[in-house]
């Protein structure tokens, strides 16, 4: 089974991945384009889910509350963070865009210990990473910090001609402090949108080794693995992380061939 998944050019859902299709127990995604007055309904009887608001702007309903215009930018290439709703387990939302809008879902198993909450986009702690062509801009939307069960979700913008997740990572291993057995699913967006990328998940053994070339709105699937995106020059990347896994935390091991680089020119 490959591990990239290809974008529908046309409908309302772009991608979806779940743990039956993905064959793993934990991450779920979806990504849903939505015209004006269009709606989109998440109800997952036992996963929380998280709403983001990748770009437009929407209303999102759930029996007790309404958030109205959410919305924080046009494109996700916008220098700015995101809105995004956490919808506990067995609780039904409707998304109903306000204009055109685009949406990303991540899923993963949960038993209701948090409420439905807005998640805004001055709450979102956004920083830099790496240095040099290894530059990347990093919105944490739903750390380990803030309350969820078992999600984790952050997205990350990578100029072009920049290497991103880089140097190679892994966190396949329930080895807490030094690395959490996670899966991981990258939703790719390009700007412009004609462009692509590279992204190669590979391990130690081998036993899994494939190179990608993702397009605008494809999901690559991370199982195991260390697993680095490259972008070519003229073209900005952006993607949409989402992590699950037996225990909500992230630490990851890089790879020892290429560990070398993060003290380069320091």
């Not at 609780?91 to 204009?99: D, E, I, L, M, S």
């Not at 700007?191 to 590279?198: C, L």
Request: charged share 25%; glycine share 6%.
């Amino acid at each position: 089974m490959s591990l990239l998944v290809k974008a529908e050019r046309e409908g309302q859902t772009i991608a979806r991945v779940t743990p039956q299709s993905a064959c793993w127990r934990y991450v779920g995604f979806a990504a849903y384009r939505l015209g004006a007055n269009e709606l989109v309904y998440v109800f997952e009887p036992a996963r929380e889910a998280c709403i983001v608001v990748l770009s437009g702007a929407v209303d999102i309903e759930t029996p007790g509350t309404t958030w109205s215009s959410l919305g924080s930018r046009d494109s996700v290439f916008e220098d700015a963070a995101p809105y995004a709703v956490y919808v506990p387990p067995n609780v039904r939302a409707t998304v109903r865009a306000c204009r055109d809008a685009e949406i990303g879902v991540a899923s993963a198993p949960a038993k209701g210990e948090y409420p439905a909450r807005l998640i805004e986009p001055a709450s979102i702690k956004r920083s830099t990473r790496g240095k040099s062509l290894n530059t990347r801009y990093v919105c944490d939307i739903l750390p380990h910090t803030e309350p969820a069960e078992s999600l984790l979700v952050v997205e990350v913008r990578t100029p072009g001609g920049h290497a991103s997740s880089y140097p190679p990572h892994k966190h396949d291993t329930d080895n807490i402090p030094l690395e959490s057995s996670l899966e991981e699913t990258y939703y790719h967006r390009l700007d412009p949108p004609q462009g692509f990328a590279f992204q190669r998940v590979y391990t130690d053994s081998r036993d899994i080794d494939e190179s990608m070339a993702v397009e605008d709105h494809d999901v690559v699937m991370v199982p195991r693995g260390y697993h680095p995106v490259v972008v070519p020059y003229g073209y900005d990347s952006y993607y949409l992380n989402v992590m699950a896994g037996s225990q909500r935390v992230w630490h990851f091991h890089n790879d020892p061939a290429h560990e070398w680089i993060i003290n380069k020119d320091a």
